[in-house]
């Protein structure tokens, strides 16, 4: 019976033993190692397209800023363009009415 538990407990080592060797911590850590290497590598690599996109979206918006003063600009300009006609029309209206007028007293 002992003889039996020991080769019983004997096989098992060496299978657990089989097991292990198999399973190398030494490799799991280094190939561990080298997925964190890249993935870190892929995380510089994604900011650094992050930061080149921010710099584009920034100089885009320098850009729609600048147009939109440009319209501003061009908006109040048209205002005054216009005020300056209907100034006009009132000046002309004024003066058909004034002669109109004089010409009734003719």
Do not use: C
Not at 16 to 24: D, L, R
């Amino acid at each position: 019976m002992k003889t039996k538990s020991l080769m019983i407990a004997g096989v098992l080592s060496m299978i657990s033993a089989a097991a292990f060797a198999q399973t190398n911590p030494v490799v799991q850590v280094h190939q561990d190692n080298a997925q964190i290497r890249q993935d870190v590598k892929q995380v510089h690599q994604e900011t650094r397209q992050i930061q080149r996109d921010n710099a584009v979206i920034a100089a885009k918006q320098q850009d729609i800023k600048h147009d939109e003063k440009v319209i501003a600009h061009r908006t109040a300009d048209k205002h005054v363009e216009q005020v300056a006609r209907k100034e006009a029309k009132v000046e002309r209206h004024a003066d058909k009415v004034k002669r109109d007028h004089d010409a009734a007293k003719i």
